[in-house]
Structure formats: structure tokens, C-alpha cells
């Protein structure tokens, strides 16, 4: 049985999950939201990586219907927080081949209504090349987004090729500067200009800077330092169960 017919049947099954990694205000720890991060939990395979599955389900054309269903379960599970008390606020990574869908808008405003959230409470994170390589069929679906009042992240920053121009275009709220340059940060000179450059022309477009991949608290310093707004990283904590996020947040105070 290949991982694409196993793929197709993950839905249905029930065998996707979500996790949550937070993320925290870079000056005082303070909690300000999370990543949703899918999981498969296959029967026999077991934690199969999303690195693995999703450019399967993106060439297989199976990435809308898991898509449709990340941003779905976000907005059930931050319904189902919010009725517990704890408003969070959710990232989703959405592929550059769900924003192509022309209806992506309608459906994710649909999601959020029925379940009466804000679509304030919802951001969607999209790698810069795939942003890029798309930017010409994506430009309606990036123009309605803000109208709707969702908003972008541009993920991994650093790795593609994005134009300042571009980049002003984009109804982004946040850029997450890619982890490859936050592990060298506080060891090598290079790293931290970029990281330096790129959080005073992410602030100058009046862009928030996301640091993620923070593990040790020599790189939080370098960041804190280097005027990055908020951090994500195993430094504060691994992805985790929706239940275990409450605890965590709970803990915390
Ligand atoms: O924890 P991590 O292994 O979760 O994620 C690995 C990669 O998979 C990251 O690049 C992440 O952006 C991507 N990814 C995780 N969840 C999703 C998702 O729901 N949709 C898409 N398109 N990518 C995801
Ligand atoms: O591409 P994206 O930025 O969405 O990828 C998020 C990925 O990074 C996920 O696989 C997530 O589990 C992983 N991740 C989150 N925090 C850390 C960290 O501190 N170190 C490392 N190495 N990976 C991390
Ligand atoms: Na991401
Ligand atoms: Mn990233």
C-alpha cells in the first residue's frame, strides 16, 4: 500500500491531528499564540512527519481536502477553547496550492463563522518561495484575505527571493524569520546581521518579527537584543496535544 492511497483515507479516518506550538512575546515570555502543526497518526506506519506527507498530498491533489480540514479543526478547537475561557489565537500553515483554490477565502470565512471566531483569531502562515512562486494566481486570494480581515504570515523568511516590493503588496501582519539563521545567531557574525537586517526591514513595513526554532537561551538573548517581537522555539515548548496546551498555559500563571 503506497503512503498516497494510505493519504487519501487519512481524513476519513480520523487518523490527523493537530498540535499546538506556542509563541511568546520575545521582552517577557508573555503567551500570545500558537502554531497548529499537523500530525498522521498512522495505525501501522506511526507518526508519519508532515516533511513526508504534505508534498505527497501535494502532488497528489489531496493537499485542498487536508487543508479544508486543518483550518476546520483549528476553528473547532479554538471554539472549544474560547467556551473553556482561553481565547487563543492560531496559525495555520496553508500550502501555496490552497490559496490557487479561486473559493479558499469563502470557505475559510465559512469555517470561522460557524464557529463564531473572529477572523482576527486566525493567521495563515505561507513559506516565502511558495508566496513567491505563486504570487501572479494567488494575487486575488491575497487581496481578499485582508479584506476579510485574515492575515498573512510569511514563513521560513530568508530562504526564497522576496522582492521589497513584494513584500509591501502583501496583506501580511508577520514574517518568521527561518530557523536556519535563529541557530546561528548568537555564534556566528553572519547570522546575526541577517537576523539584524531583517527585523529592521520587517519593523520599517511595519511587519512583525517572528523568531522560530529558538532552543537555548543564548539565542532568545541575541534575539530579545536584536528587537525580534516574538519567539517560538523547543527553548519554551515542544508542539503539544490541545489539552496539554491549556496545562501549559495554566502552569505558567
Ligand atoms: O513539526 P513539523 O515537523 O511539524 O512540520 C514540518 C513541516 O510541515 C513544516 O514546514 C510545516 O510548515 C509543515 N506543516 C505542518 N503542518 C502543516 C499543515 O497543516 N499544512 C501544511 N501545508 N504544512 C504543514
Ligand atoms: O516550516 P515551519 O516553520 O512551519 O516548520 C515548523 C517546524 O519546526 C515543525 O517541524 C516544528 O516541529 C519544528 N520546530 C519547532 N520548534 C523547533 C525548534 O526549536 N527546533 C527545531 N529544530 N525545530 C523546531
Ligand atoms: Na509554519
Ligand atoms: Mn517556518
Redesign the pocket.
Known amino acids: 500500500v503506497t503512503l498516497q492511497s494510505d493519504l487519501r483515507l487519512a481524513v476519513e479516518r480520523g487518523q490527523l491531528r493537530l498540535h499546538y506550538?506556542p509563541k511568546v512575546e520575545a521582552r517577557n515570555g508573555g503567551f500570545i499564540g500558537v502554531?497548529a502543526?499537523l500530525r498522521w497518526e498512522h495505525p501501522e506506519r506511526g507518526m508519519v512527519p508532515?516533511?513526508l506527507f504534505i508534498p505527497v498530498a501535494e502532488r497528489f491533489g489531496l493537499i485542498a481536502g487536508i487543508g479544508d480540514w486543518v483550518i476546520e479543526e483549528a476553528c473547532r478547537q479554538m471554539r472549544a477553547w474560547a467556551d473553556d475561557g482561553h481565547v487563543v489565537h492560531v496559525a495555520v500553515?496553508v500550502s501555496a496550492l490552497q490559496l490557487r483554490q479561486a473559493n479558499f477565502v469563502a470557505k475559510t470565512k465559512s469555517a470561522l463563522q460557524r464557529h463564531a471566531i473572529l477572523p482576527s483569531q486566525l493567521l495563515c502562515?505561507i513559506?516565502e518561495s511558495a508566496a513567491m512562486e505563486d504570487v501572479q494566481a494567488t494575487q486575488s486570494t491575497l487581496e481578499e484575505l485582508g479584506k476579510v480581515g485574515l492575515f498573512l504570515s510569511i514563513?521560513?523568511f530568508g530562504t526564497g527571493y522576496s522582492s521589497l516590493g513584494f513584500l509591501r503588496q502583501l496583506p501580511a501582519r508577520q514574517l518568521?524569520i527561518d530557523?536556519s539563521f535563529v541557530q546561528d545567531v548568537d555564534s556566528n557574525n553572519d547570522a546575526r546581521s541577517l537576523v539584524d537586517a531583517v527585523v529592521r526591514l520587517a519593523h520599517a513595513l511595519g511587519l512583525c518579527v517572528v523568531a522560530?526554532?529558538?532552543?537555548t537561551v543564548g539565542q532568545q538573548r541575541a534575539l530579545v537584543d536584536l528587537g525580534c517581537d516574538e519567539l517560538?522555539?523547543?527553548?519554551f515548548s515542544?508542539?503539544m496535544s490541545a489539552d496539554r496546551l491549556i496545562s501549559w498555559i495554566d502552569d505558567r500563571g
Do not use: A, H, I, S
Open positions: 506550538q502554531e502543526l508532515p516533511n500553515n502562515e513559506t514563513d521560513d518568521k530557523r522560530e526554532g529558538v532552543e517560538q522555539g523547543y527553548f515542544r508542539p
